[in-house]
């Protein structure tokens, strides 16, 4: 009975000892590594049109990817051609506006010296010039001020509307100009260049797990390619959502490349991304970027692309 109890004992030690390993495949590339995404493009969806050949060495201002700008080619055109309607539009009203301001003006004038006279006119004592001339000249007065005021009151009323038609265009042409320049700084944004020298290594297509290449579609925010120079090695793998919580930082990682499968290396891993992202590819799970440092001496030859199997042991979830 006691060495029963004693087996049982443990086989429990050894399975509350028991820690889930996975296996996963990373890929090395440089932590100087430059990730090319597809920029913000109509409908969130482009055509890559030109790419740079992989594997290729590239110095900073050099050309990488050119994105398809058709659509938007048209739309810079449309704008350009909207903006100078607009300003001419303005400018039209512009002069139409200060020929009724001009107008206003001279009516104003004209109103005020009429109810000047016509001040002088019905001061003249009714005993020199008659009652009849002079209730004419009261009647003439009362007629004179109201002209007078009602051209004030237009005056005033034509500059507001001036004022608030210049105010209206230049807010028009403002807001123009900005979605123009903001068509011209996305359209040059479709030519991507290098900010370091580096190799070229395009990215897989998350759907199809296939390279992207020329002519291929891919939606806003995909990685297109790396320009990852050949020196300070670390590795990227994705890791499903279900095991993310089983893991910390700098825990330790054995790794093989598969180019020397013979020998193991030893990392750890340093950083999660802290969002996840589908991978079609693999199925309909979410998937963690994890970037893992090789602590241990490495072959001079592994090159950047190069695929590791990663074996991580999951920590027990706590209950």
């Not at 040059?188 to 020298?197: C, D, H, L, P, R």
């Amino acid at each position: 009975m006691k060495i029963f109890i004693c087996l049982l004992m443990s086989l429990m030690i050894n399975f509350d000892s028991y820690a889930q390993i996975i296996y996963v495949t990373g890929e090395l590339e440089s932590r100087n590594t430059q990730h090319i995404l597809m920029p913000l493009v109509p409908s969130f969806n482009g055509k890559v049109s030109e790419m740079a050949p992989e594997g290729s060495f590239v110095k900073e201002g050099d050309f990488l990817v050119g994105i398809d700008g058709a659509s938007l080619d048209s739309q810079l055109i449309a704008q350009e051609e909207e903006l100078m309607t607009y300003t001419a539009t303005a400018k039209k009203n512009a002069v139409e506006f200060k020929i009724q301001l001009n107008t206003a003006q001279i009516a104003y004038e004209s109103a005020k010296i009429n109810f000047k006279i016509a001040e002088m006119q019905a001061q003249t004592p009714v005993d020199y010039i008659g009652e009849l001339k002079y209730k004419q000249n009261q009647l003439q007065l009362k007629n004179a001020e109201k002209a007078y005021k009602k051209s004030v009151k237009d005056l005033e009323e034509q500059k507001v509307v001036i004022a608030n038609d210049k105010k209206k265009f230049k807010l028009g042409i403002v807001q123009k100009q900005k979605k123009l320049k903001y068509l011209q700084s996305t359209l040059e944004g479709f030519n991507i260049t290098a900010k370091q020298e580096g190799y070229i290594v395009y990215a897989a297509h998350p759907w199809t797990g296939e390279k992207i290449q020329e002519g291929d579609q891919a939606q806003t925010g995909f990685r297109l390619m790396s320009v990852s120079q050949n020196n300070n090695m670390q590795i990227v793998a994705s890791i499903n959502a279900i095991d993310v919580p089983r893991l910390s930082i700098n825990q330790t990682v054995t790794i093989k490349f598969d180019a020397f499968l013979e020998n193991s290396y030893s990392g750890k891993l340093i950083e999660l991304s802290s969002g996840g992202s589908d991978k079609q590819v693999w199925g309909d799970a979410l998937y963690y970027q994890a970037t893992i440092e090789i602590t241990d001496a490495v072959p001079d030859d592994l090159l950047i692309g190069m695929s590791a199997q990663l074996a991580i042991k999951l920590e027990e979830k706590v209950q």
